[in-house]
Structures are given as C-alpha cells and as structure tokens.
T-cell receptor, first 116, second 111 residues
Framework: DTGVSQDPRHKITKRGQNVTFRCDPISEHNRLYWYRQTLGQGPEFLTYFQNEAQLEKSRLLSDRFSAERPKGSFSTLEIQRTEQGDSAMYLC??????????????FGPGTRLTVL | KQEVTQIPAALSVPEGENLVLNCSFTDSAIYNLQWFRQDPGKGLTSLLLIQSSQREQTSGRLNASLDKSSGRSTLYIAASQPGDSATYLCAGSYNFNKFYFGSGTKLNVKP
C-alpha cells in the first residue's frame, strides 16, 4: 500500500501529557498538510510543509503545537501539555506540486486523540 | 475570509435516485475545488478535483461542476446505491498552502 499512513491510529492520554503523531506521505509527494477534525465538522487546516520547509501555520496552532518534517519525507506533530479541548481526529494529507491532477490531496486514516 | 458552506447538512434518499450535493464559497478566486468522501471514523477519500480552468470532472457515476462566478460547486451522484452512504465534503484552495473545508453533507441511501 503506497497511500498516506499515520501512526498511531488511536491515542488516549491524560491532560497535561505530551503526545506525538507521525505521518508518512505518498513517497513522491513534496507537499504535506496537517488538519484537525472534530465531530460533525470539516477538517480545519493546521500547517503546511513543502519539502522540509514549514510554509504556513494556522492561528489554531498554539505554541503548544509543533510540527516538523526534518528530511522532507515523514512529518511529526507534537502537542505539549494536552488539554481536553485537543481531543479530535488529526489528519495528514499529501500532494504533489507536479503532475495531474495538480495538487490533489490524499489523506491518511487519521489519529484519534482522546484527552482525559 | 474564505468560507465554504455545504447544503444540505443531511440527506436521505431511496436507492436509485439521482441526487445533487451543493457547495458554495465566498471568494471566487478559487484555484482548486476538491470533493471527498468520508466514512464514519475514517480518513477522507478523494473523489474529484476541479482546477480553476475547468468547469467539470466526471468519474463513473459522479460528476462535479465548478462555477467560479457564482461561487458554487455541485456534486451529482447518479443512480445512488446504499454503498454511497457517507459524508461528502468539499474543499477549496486559493493557493497551494491550505484547503478550506465545508462541514459536509451526510448522505444516507436507503435500500
């Protein structure tokens, strides 16, 4: 399977703990996105990488959130000092800056975070 | 501020009906419009992407159109089947850096 993969699929943590999620994009895709989705809502943009450069961050991404894509391949999203309001599905997507259709996003299965 | 709205929020139809899902956006300078399907508790599956230079795209029983001047996109599903039951999301982008999503239309196709 050469789709987008995310790990873990589920994470339960206690308030105040730190968590880290990983995303492996489709191998030839140079663009990578993180989104957050709560029940009954569409995904909300968090941050975007082109290769290893983080080019855009949402105001939703407080200083407790940090994302990296160190070698322009996989990415990690870390949440420090988790709060109950962080409970959501965290989705990763990737796309290519070349080819057709141009910039079509492909999503991973998501990581469901529950903060107790 | 770019906003994407989807109407209706939920739709229930008998099997075999043709149906239309609507998506509207506030900024007509849209670059891409992409339709997705999401099954409960799962990630998003890409259905169709329409670039700004295009007016429609077709895949099997699905047809998506884009009218930038009116700020609207529609997803047409022909001969609906129970397996089409899912939430359908549209998302627009104005550059390559982010997509703005609607809240989705939850479709139930009854056997």
């Amino acid at each position: 399977d050469t789709g987008v993969s995310q790990d873990p699929r589920h994470k339960i943590t206690k308030r105040g703990q730190n968590v880290t999620f990983r995303c492996d994009p489709i191998s030839e895709h140079n663009r990578l996105y993180w989104y957050r989705q709560t029940l009954g809502q569409g995904p909300e943009f968090l941050t975007y990488f082109q290769n290893e450069a983080q080019l855009e961050k949402s105001r939703l991404l407080s200083d407790r959130f940090s994302a990296e894509r160190p070698k322009g391949s996989f990415s990690t999203l870390e949440i420090q000092r988790t709060e109950q309001g962080d409970s959501a599905m965290y989705l990763c997507a990737s796309s290519a800056s070349q080819g057709s259709p141009y910039n079509e996003q492909f999503f991973g299965p998501g990581t469901r975070l529950t903060v107790l | 501020k770019q906003e994407v709205t989807q109407i209706p929020a939920a739709l229930s139809v008998p099997e075999g009906e043709n149906l239309v899902l609507n998506c509207s956006f506030t900024d007509s300078a849209i670059y891409n419009l992409q339709w997705f399907r999401q099954d409960p508790g799962k990630g998003l599956t890409s259905l169709l992407l329409i670039q700004s230079s295009q007016r429609e795209q077709t895949s099997g029983r699905l047809n998506a159109s884009l009218d930038k001047s009116s700020g609207r996109s529609t997803l047409y599903i022909a001969a609906s089947q129970p397996g089409d039951s899912a939430t359908y999301l549209c998302a627009g982008s104005y550059n390559f850096n982010k997509f703005y999503f609607g809240s989705g239309t939850k479709l139930n196709v009854k056997p």
